[in-house]
T-cell receptor
Framework: KNEVEQSPQNLTAQEGEFITINCSYS?????LHWLQQHPGGGIVSLFM???GKKKHGRLIATINIQEKHSSLHITASHPRDSAVYIC???????????FGTGTSLTVIP | EPEVTQTPSHQVTQMGQEVILRCVPI?????FYWYRQILGQKVEFLVS????????KSEIFDDQFSVERPDGSNFTLKIRSTKLEDSAMYFC??????????????FGPGTRLLVL
């Protein structure tokens, strides 16, 4: 059973397209994290959000706590956005995370 | 901007050998973590460390694994006798505040370990 589900698993987009990656979770959470894993493997934290919406540059993350769903949007996508995007939620006890399997995004010039 | 660093970036070792993966967390952070990601799979939690002791560990973190904060800056993961299935990317992370907070964990760039 996956506590965190992401969709799609793979996504190919043309440069400039608006992209949406979805994350659904089945556990109660205090916050949800969106992470970006670069082709070389390194992980960067993009957002941590517990309600509403956050924006950073061309990236927008939203969360609906009642529906246990979050989305990551990328506006005006660019080839450098190509990466794996991972949704992660902390367990209610302790410091562990449940990780999604990731969405592999490729943006074609 | 402060960042978590890890060394080495890549390590190749023979099965049965001991490896030590090193991490330098962000200096004012209090909680430290190791995660691993086997190629093509999800990131998995290994262990968390606070106040010079393990605060949590997963079932993956068996007796072959140990962690240490030997000085005020380094945080190490030791695998005593590596197995083929230990081949993975190992990520260190650190966090400033304590449990229950919604603060962000900062990840290092990872060490890619290959066991032959």
């Amino acid at each position: 059973k996956n506590e965190v589900e992401q969709s799609p698993q793979n996504l190919t987009a043309q440069e400039g397209e608006f992209i949406t990656i979805n994350c659904s979770y089945s556990v109660g959470i205090s916050a949800l994290h969106w992470l970006q894993q670069h082709p070389g493997g390194g992980i960067v934290s993009l957002f941590m959000l517990s309600s509403g919406k956050k924006k950073h540059g061309r990236l927008i993350a939203t969360i609906n706590i009642q529906e246990k769903h979050s989305s990551l949007h990328i506006t005006a996508s660019h080839p450098r956005d190509s990466a794996v995007y991972i949704c992660a939620v902390p367990r209610t006890t302790g410091n562990q995370f449940y990780f999604g399997t990731g969405t592999s995004l490729t943006v074609i010039p | 901007e402060p960042e978590v660093t890890q060394t080495p970036s890549h390590q190749v070792t023979q099965m049965g050998q001991e490896v030590i993966l090193r991490c330098v967390p962000i200096s004012n952070h209090l909680y430290f973590y190791w995660y691993r990601q086997i190629l093509g799979q999800k990131v998995e939690f290994l262990v968390s460390f606070y106040n010079n002791e393990i605060s949590e560990k997963s079932e993956i973190f068996d007796d072959q694994f140990s962690v240490e904060r030997p000085d005020g800056s380094n945080f190490t993961l030791k695998i005593r006798s590596t197995k083929l299935e230990d081949s993975a990317m190992y990520f260190c992370a650190s966090k400033q505040m304590g449990r229950g907070g919604v603060e962000t964990q900062y990840f290092g760039p990872g060490t890619r370990l290959l066991v032959l």
